[in-house]
């Protein structure tokens, strides 16, 4: 027989030591309220409530002595589902809760109900038609068998004054009990400083301040928001006795019954039946009411379920651990509040850890068991890799399709809303998990090619818009919208990752361009947008691309393409003066910003697309916009004479070394003293015309005129053109005869201009004439040996010449007479460079040349042959002396010959002195009846000084010469042969007096 062993002495472990270790890995506060409302989820309770009772209720009597020290102030945590027979069941098994190997919950550990006794000795729980008191230390219930949780019927005693004393501690839930309770109330009476004296589990007192604070740290920690991955709560209530404080629900729980079946059904599927899993989305309407302020909140939530982790290994650990792929990703799409709470990691409940993204990220992480951190990144030297490789599959593979299929739904039911807020834009740094979870997530969008891009015109996929950064100037998207140029503009974070993107395209000036081609929506933009898009194209795109696009600013006020011609720039704004009649083809740089302005106009020095104007355009504009016609000259109004200075002066900026008559030369650009403007290059040589500076010149020009104006000789006019403009003009005709110009201060041009004028000049007054001659002889002085080739017949025929006569007739005036006439008569001109008294001649003209300078030119040009003083004696007053012609002029004139005469009588030839002896020429003494003076020939008078000769004539007889003219002459008579003495031939009687 084998031996008996002394005494039994098996291991045992009282349940308060168990609950003390429980208490250890759930700690006393927010994380009791926590786990509790996570059960409550479990068992699919769709409302809790957590109610502080500060009061006391009845101590006796009470269904056990010992429980009247727990009728103080206690926390109650209903939930409206029932506390099942199994959930009783699973209490019993402390650590082996049944929630251990149901999947379905979420309750990792099947411990959270134990972390109330953090706060309490003795809770009770009150559901269906059972009141369950718990005794984990076995004391006042020591007399049950077996002892630590009595349980009551409390409908059927609910009139029993014990039984009644002990439902009063549920009242601020419930006050009627004769029937079973629709939900559950699990009551924590809070430990005292009597009972954490002798408490095993606890010896910290419960008070009501540290559970209110723990209240208020679980409404913080749950705010607005954590009922979003809950399965089936949607309320829940914090209260202090029937005051409330906190209160959260969703307000459209009816609108989630089939996405929350649906979901459901996944994770059924994943986890019952071996499926692959699936996804649900719907939106979630938040209601927060705290401090007495309500907040209202939407959510878009995407809840993602795969059927296993790709690794079998993991996915084996995973199960035991009683993790699978689940995941979800909510994001606020409205805020009616304005307010935004920072993104959070959740495990169905918060986590206290804050990921700074723009959403809310759910899984089934491998997390500690105060579900303070997750395993992982920061467990250095782990021995067992497979938490972090869990986490790891979760952030990298589930998280990113989760949030990029919320993307596509939310976009699909918000087409006209930019959610690109909801985009994980924010930087990570590299030791957290969602590292990278940006260019993950746009990966997964883009391999789909989802269209979840928002632009203006709906949400596009990458490849069907342009990327560019939010901060795109404000013009520029204003411009792009006006086209309908599909453009996702991107935080600069966003930007950045999605370019990257194969078969992404970026707004750039080729791609813009490329769009207004083909969309032909360039015509579409206003005129503000039409400048932002060509000064944005132009850095890029050559103008001979450019042309095509209807972005080009006209000064007609509208915007066209290049494509018709010519376009011009203007040079300036003397350009922009001189050609405002053609703005139809002027682009307007006033339009363009100075860039543009600056591109345009270096453009135009290798392009042909868009140039200055050429004399040839000139020609063109001028004959459209400011005179036409056929004839020579035109009459131009007020205006468009004003124009004829602007063109000039383009003329001279931009033709002054060559002046392109072949394109100008059609054009009326000389203006005339009238309001006539004549053709650069007339056709009828008879409108050439004249030019007279400033001066006596062009006063006399234009008294010339003023005799007929209509039919005078043309002069250009000075008042519409610069002296510059002038100077060259003239030069310029000095080369090109076709011009027909003439420089009124030159003597061949003034000569044919009086030619011109010529029937003018014979109907003018003769100080008009005078001053003609005048003129005439002094552009001959100046003309500095030029113009020599002056057709003499021209000025031969203009009546300026001074003709001199002296009157005819022994009595009367003795003046000489001055006329003008012309040099075309059948007769010699002579020209008189002293004004001797000649009788008329049928066959010679005389002519004043008393001027040095007159008789210079008469001789030079061949115009009269010019005697001086004693070639006039010689050759005219001696022939007409002895021709007799002096007889019909009066006696004055006769003397003042016979005066000059004697005068030079020694400076004559020879052969002239011996012809005065016998020309009657010496002015003799009056009778007394002689009414005009007589003349003798010197031989024939009689000195009067040899008296002895005078006696022997009789007063009657004798021919005596006029006293004082003898006297003055005596020696030249003498030489004469004046009678001296008395000889066979001048015997008294013989002489006849002449």
Known sequence: ????????????????????????????????????????????????????????HPESPVLVEGLSQYQGPAL???????????????????????????????????LGFSSVYNWTDCPSILSGSTLLFLDPHHSWSRTFDPPGGPDYDFPASAKDEAMANQLRCFSLINSRWECPFDGTIIRIPLRNTSQAKWSEISSKEASIHNVRYSMDSFAGEMGSNGLLFLRSVHRI?????????????????????????????????????????????????????????????????????????????????????????????????????????????YSVLPLPILTGLPVHIHGLFSISADRSRLHGLDERGAQDDRPESWNKFLFSQMIPGAWAKLLVNVCQKHQVQDLFHLWPTTTAEVHQWWYGMSRAVIDVVSRSNDPVWFTEFGYVSIRDGLLASAATDAQQKRACREAEIRVIYLTDQLFKEARQTPGSRSLCPETLYEGLRETRSSERLSSQSKL????????????????????????????????????????????????????????????????TSAWLYERVKDNSIVRYRTPTDLCDYFSNHIANGSS?????????????????????????????LSALGSLWLVPLHDSGVRRLMPLDVSNSATWFDTGKGKELALKLVAVDPNNAPKLVADDALTDVTLRHLLSLAEKERSLYLKDGKKFGDFINFL?????LLQNATEDVKDSVFQMVKELYLVRNGIDLDVDTDTLRSLCIFKEVQWPVGVTGLSTMIRSSTDLTRNAAFVGMRKLVPLPLSSNQVFLDATDEWVSLLFEDLGLAKCLDEIQILEELVIPALQDGGYKHMTSNLRVDVTELLFQNYFRLSPSAQGYVPNLPVVPLEKRKDDEIVSFACPVDIVDPDESALVSLYFEHEMTRPEGHFYHRYSGVLASCGVKKRLDEGSRPGSHQNL
Request: negative net charge; contains cysteine.
């Open 1 to 56: 027989m084998a031996p008996l062993p002394r005494r039994q002495n098996p291991q045992r472990q009282p349940l308060t030591v168990s609950l003390r270790k429980i208490c250890g890995d759930y700690p006393a506060g927010a994380g009791v309220l926590r786990e509790l409302l996570q059960n409550a989820d479990d068992a699919g309770a769709s409302t809790v409530k957590f109610v502080l009772d500060t009061s006391r």
């Open 755 to 759: 030619e011109e004028g010529r029937t």
């Open 532 to 595: 932002v898009v060509l000064e944005y194209l132009q850095h890029q795109i050559p103008l001979t691309d450019l042309a095509a696009l209807e972005i080009f600013p006209f000064e007609d006020g509208t915007f066209r393409s290049l494509t018709s011609t010519p376009i011009f720039l203007h040079r300036d704004v003397f350009d922009k003066m001189l050609f405002a009649r053609q703005p139809e083809s002027c682009i307007d740089t006033d339009r363009l910003s100075k860039v």
């Open 632 to 660: 020579d000259t035109l009459v131009f109004g007020e205006e468009e004479r004003s124009m004829l200075s602007q063109v000039w002066e383009w003329i001279m900026r931009h033709c002054q070394r060559d002046l392109p």
């Open 237 to 345: 209530v914090l209260s202090v006795d029937d005051q409330r404080l906190d209160e959260v629900e969703i307000l459209n729980r009816h609108d989630l019954i089939s996405p929350k079946n649906r979901l459901k059904d996944v994770l059924d599927g994943v986890m019952n039946d071996g499926l692959t899993g699936g996804e649900a989305y719907h939106e979630v309407r938040l209601r927060h009411w705290a401090a007495k302020r309500e907040t209202l909140k939407t959510f878009a939530v995407l809840n993602s379920v795969a059927g296993s982790a790709p690794d079998t290994s993991l996915a084996r650990w995973a199960a035991s651990e009683k993790l699978f792929p689940w995941v979800a990703v909510a994001a606020q799409i409205t805020d009616h509040d304005k307010s935004r709470d920072p993104g959070r990691l």
């Open 76 to 110: 109650l945590a209903y939930n409206d589902a029932l506390f099942s027979e199994k959930d009783f069941r699973s209490l019993a098994s402390l650590g082996d809760s049944k929630k251990v190997h149901d999947k379905a919950t979420t309750g990792k550990f099947g």
